[in-house]
Protein backbone atom coordinates (compact mmCIF):
# COMPACT_ATOMS: atom_id res chain seq x y z
CA UNK A 1 0.00 0.00 0.00
CA UNK A 2 1.55 3.45 -0.93
CA UNK A 3 1.44 6.26 1.65
CA UNK A 4 2.46 10.21 1.40
CA UNK A 5 4.53 11.78 4.16
CA UNK A 6 7.36 13.89 4.45
CA UNK A 7 10.71 12.95 5.56
CA UNK A 8 13.91 14.51 7.13
CA UNK A 9 16.63 12.91 5.44
CA UNK A 10 19.69 11.29 8.18
CA UNK A 11 22.08 8.99 7.12
CA UNK A 12 22.69 7.13 3.52
CA UNK A 13 24.85 4.01 3.27
CA UNK A 14 25.76 2.56 -0.04
CA UNK A 15 24.55 -0.95 -0.17
CA UNK A 16 25.72 -2.11 -3.85
CA UNK A 17 27.63 -0.66 -6.69
CA UNK A 18 24.30 1.99 -7.89
CA UNK A 19 22.48 1.47 -4.61
CA UNK A 20 21.63 3.16 -1.20
CA UNK A 21 19.90 2.49 2.04
CA UNK A 22 18.70 5.71 3.58
CA UNK A 23 17.46 6.69 6.92
CA UNK A 24 14.59 8.86 7.14
CA UNK A 25 12.87 10.45 9.63
CA UNK A 26 8.77 10.52 8.20
CA UNK A 27 6.29 12.25 9.60
CA UNK A 28 3.64 9.26 9.53
CA UNK A 29 6.59 6.21 10.47
CA UNK A 30 9.56 7.66 12.32
CA UNK A 31 12.55 6.64 11.67
CA UNK A 32 12.58 3.66 8.68
CA UNK A 33 15.18 2.76 6.35
CA UNK A 34 14.67 2.76 2.63
CA UNK A 35 16.39 1.35 0.09
CA UNK A 36 17.01 2.98 -2.96
CA UNK A 37 18.12 1.70 -6.51
CA UNK A 38 20.07 3.24 -9.22
CA UNK A 39 20.81 6.71 -7.27
CA UNK A 40 24.33 6.98 -9.42
CA UNK A 41 22.60 6.48 -12.81
CA UNK A 42 22.44 9.25 -15.05
CA UNK A 43 18.42 9.75 -15.39
CA UNK A 44 17.71 7.90 -11.69
CA UNK A 45 14.84 9.29 -10.67
CA UNK A 46 15.86 9.97 -7.45
CA UNK A 47 19.56 11.00 -7.30
CA UNK A 48 22.15 11.21 -4.21
CA UNK A 49 22.18 14.87 -3.63
CA UNK A 50 18.33 14.60 -2.60
CA UNK A 51 19.56 11.93 -0.31
CA UNK A 52 21.99 15.02 1.80
CA UNK A 53 21.95 14.79 5.79
CA UNK A 54 19.07 16.91 6.79
CA UNK A 55 17.02 17.18 2.98
CA UNK A 56 13.54 17.60 3.76
CA UNK A 57 11.81 15.51 0.84
CA UNK A 58 8.27 14.79 0.41
CA UNK A 59 7.53 10.80 -0.26
CA UNK A 60 5.71 8.36 -1.83
CA UNK A 61 6.23 5.18 -0.12
CA UNK A 62 5.57 1.35 0.14
CA UNK A 63 5.36 0.61 3.74
CA UNK A 64 5.21 -2.98 5.61
CA UNK A 65 4.79 -3.16 9.06
CA UNK A 66 7.47 -4.89 10.81
CA UNK A 67 9.77 -4.89 7.96
CA UNK A 68 12.96 -3.32 8.46
CA UNK A 69 13.90 -2.32 4.90
CA UNK A 70 10.67 -0.60 3.43
CA UNK A 71 11.00 0.95 -0.46
CA UNK A 72 10.25 4.82 -2.54
CA UNK A 73 7.84 4.88 -5.30
CA UNK A 74 8.67 8.92 -5.03
CA UNK A 75 10.64 11.15 -3.62
CA UNK A 76 11.51 14.53 -4.06
CA UNK A 77 12.98 17.96 -2.21
CA UNK A 78 10.76 20.16 -0.47
CA UNK A 79 11.34 22.74 -0.18
CA UNK A 80 14.21 22.87 -2.22
CA UNK A 81 17.42 24.64 -0.14
CA UNK A 82 17.94 27.78 -1.43
CA UNK A 83 21.27 28.32 0.66
CA UNK A 84 22.59 25.35 2.55
CA UNK A 85 24.30 23.75 0.15
CA UNK A 86 26.06 26.12 -1.26
CA UNK A 87 27.18 28.23 2.05
CA UNK A 88 30.41 26.60 3.59
CA UNK A 89 29.07 27.58 7.47
CA UNK A 90 25.29 26.36 6.90
CA UNK A 91 26.68 23.07 5.53
CA UNK A 92 29.11 22.45 8.11
CA UNK A 93 26.30 23.45 10.90
CA UNK A 94 23.80 20.70 8.86
CA UNK A 95 26.16 18.10 9.00
CA UNK A 96 27.21 18.76 12.83
CA UNK A 97 23.56 18.61 14.07
CA UNK A 98 22.39 15.65 11.44
CA UNK A 99 25.17 13.49 13.65
CA UNK A 100 23.62 14.84 16.72
CA UNK A 101 20.10 14.32 15.57
CA UNK A 102 21.41 10.76 14.40
CA UNK A 103 22.74 10.19 17.58
CA UNK A 104 19.61 11.13 20.08
CA UNK A 105 16.29 10.53 18.07
CA UNK A 106 16.37 6.98 17.37
CA UNK A 107 12.87 6.11 18.16
CA UNK A 108 11.06 3.97 15.42
CA UNK A 109 7.74 5.53 16.36
CA UNK A 110 6.05 8.93 14.56
CA UNK A 111 6.83 11.75 16.90
CA UNK A 112 4.45 14.69 15.37
CA UNK A 113 6.38 17.10 17.31
CA UNK A 114 9.96 16.41 16.99
CA UNK A 115 9.33 16.25 13.56
CA UNK A 116 8.00 19.87 12.70
CA UNK A 117 10.77 21.31 14.92
CA UNK A 118 13.19 19.46 12.89
CA UNK A 119 11.52 20.65 10.10
CA UNK A 120 10.76 24.12 10.44
CA UNK A 121 13.50 24.92 12.06
CA UNK A 122 15.87 23.60 8.90
CA UNK A 123 13.64 25.51 6.54
CA UNK A 124 14.04 28.66 8.67
CA UNK A 125 17.74 27.77 8.78
CA UNK A 126 18.22 27.73 4.78
CA UNK A 127 15.72 30.93 4.34
CA UNK A 128 17.45 33.48 6.33
CA UNK A 129 19.81 35.65 5.06
CA UNK A 130 21.35 36.40 8.56
CA UNK A 131 21.93 32.96 9.93
CA UNK A 132 23.61 33.61 13.76
CA UNK A 133 26.63 31.39 14.27
CA UNK A 134 24.83 30.63 17.28
CA UNK A 135 22.08 28.48 15.38
CA UNK A 136 23.14 24.94 16.26
CA UNK A 137 23.67 25.43 20.34
CA UNK A 138 20.00 27.17 20.13
CA UNK A 139 18.72 23.80 17.99
CA UNK A 140 20.18 21.51 20.77
CA UNK A 141 19.02 23.38 23.60
CA UNK A 142 15.13 23.96 22.17
CA UNK A 143 15.55 20.03 20.58
CA UNK A 144 15.67 18.97 24.48
CA UNK A 145 12.22 20.00 25.31
CA UNK A 146 11.22 17.61 22.61
CA UNK A 147 13.33 15.02 23.79
CA UNK A 148 12.66 15.14 27.30
CA UNK A 149 15.58 16.59 29.10
CA UNK A 150 14.77 20.64 28.99
CA UNK A 151 16.69 22.60 31.18
CA UNK A 152 14.87 24.34 33.80
CA UNK A 153 15.15 28.22 33.58
CA UNK A 154 14.00 28.66 37.18
CA UNK A 155 16.61 30.51 39.37
CA UNK A 156 17.31 32.44 42.79
CA UNK A 157 19.67 35.10 43.08
CA UNK A 158 21.98 32.69 45.00
CA UNK A 159 21.90 29.94 42.52
CA UNK A 160 24.94 30.28 40.29
CA UNK A 161 25.74 26.70 38.96
CA UNK A 162 24.09 24.91 36.53
CA UNK A 163 23.68 21.19 37.21
CA UNK A 164 23.74 19.15 34.04
CA UNK A 165 23.10 16.18 35.77
CA UNK A 166 19.81 17.48 37.22
CA UNK A 167 19.20 19.87 34.45
CA UNK A 168 18.72 22.81 36.79
CA UNK A 169 20.42 25.31 38.94
CA UNK A 170 21.86 25.08 42.50
CA UNK A 171 23.78 27.16 45.01
CA UNK A 172 26.45 25.03 45.29
CA UNK A 173 28.64 23.38 42.74
CA UNK A 174 27.84 19.33 42.64
CA UNK A 175 29.57 16.92 43.70
CA UNK A 176 30.61 15.50 39.68
CA UNK A 177 32.34 17.80 37.31
CA UNK A 178 29.01 18.11 35.06
CA UNK A 179 28.08 21.66 35.71
CA UNK A 180 29.00 25.43 34.62
CA UNK A 181 29.10 28.23 36.38
CA UNK A 182 27.17 31.70 36.71
CA UNK A 183 28.12 33.48 32.98
CA UNK A 184 28.30 30.53 30.74
CA UNK A 185 25.30 29.00 32.51
CA UNK A 186 23.08 32.88 31.52
CA UNK A 187 24.30 31.97 27.98
CA UNK A 188 23.31 28.21 28.41
CA UNK A 189 19.29 29.37 29.29
CA UNK A 190 19.49 32.50 26.76
CA UNK A 191 20.01 30.14 23.85
CA UNK A 192 17.43 28.01 25.00
CA UNK A 193 14.69 30.37 25.46
CA UNK A 194 15.27 33.25 22.45
CA UNK A 195 13.65 32.93 19.40
CA UNK A 196 15.62 31.53 16.36
CA UNK A 197 14.97 35.10 14.74
CA UNK A 198 16.64 37.00 17.73
CA UNK A 199 19.90 34.52 18.11
CA UNK A 200 21.80 37.45 16.50
CA UNK A 201 21.34 39.74 19.73
CA UNK A 202 23.05 37.24 22.12
CA UNK A 203 27.16 37.75 21.60
CA UNK A 204 29.23 35.22 22.03
CA UNK A 205 33.11 35.19 20.91
CA UNK A 206 34.54 31.88 19.37
CA UNK A 207 36.13 30.55 22.56
CA UNK A 208 33.07 30.70 25.28
CA UNK A 209 30.86 29.27 21.57
CA UNK A 210 33.09 26.28 22.00
CA UNK A 211 32.46 25.99 25.82
CA UNK A 212 28.97 26.26 25.52
CA UNK A 213 28.98 23.59 22.97
CA UNK A 214 31.21 21.43 24.87
CA UNK A 215 28.69 21.27 27.61
CA UNK A 216 25.57 20.74 25.31
CA UNK A 217 27.25 17.86 23.76
CA UNK A 218 28.06 16.28 27.33
CA UNK A 219 24.34 17.39 28.68
CA UNK A 220 23.03 14.90 25.73
CA UNK A 221 25.47 12.53 26.75
CA UNK A 222 23.94 12.60 30.12
CA UNK A 223 20.52 12.60 29.38
CA UNK A 224 20.85 9.74 25.73
CA UNK A 225 21.00 6.53 26.00
CA UNK A 226 24.24 5.03 23.55
CA UNK A 227 24.90 8.62 22.36
CA UNK A 228 28.61 8.30 21.84
CA UNK A 229 31.24 10.55 20.63
CA UNK A 230 30.39 13.35 18.26
CA UNK A 231 33.32 14.10 15.72
CA UNK A 232 32.03 16.72 13.21
CA UNK A 233 32.30 19.59 15.88
CA UNK A 234 35.80 19.60 15.60
CA UNK A 235 35.11 20.32 11.67
CA UNK A 236 32.64 22.82 12.88
CA UNK A 237 34.95 24.39 15.20
CA UNK A 238 37.20 24.90 12.45
CA UNK A 239 35.06 26.53 10.01
CA UNK A 240 33.37 29.15 13.06
CA UNK A 241 36.76 30.23 14.26
Do not use: C
Request: net charge positive.
Amino acid sequence: MLHKTRGIVLKTTLYSESSVVVQIFTAKFGIQSYLVNGVKRPKAKIRMNMLQPLHLVDMVVYHKTNSSIQRISELRPSPVFRTIPYDIIKSTIVIFLNEVLYKSIRQQNADENIFDYIFNAVSWFDETETASANFHLAFLLKLSRFLGFAPSTQTKSDQSYFDLQEGEFKSLPPVHPYFIEKTSAALFIALFSTPFERLAEIKIDNVTRRVILDKILIYYTLHTASFGEIKSHQVLEEVLS
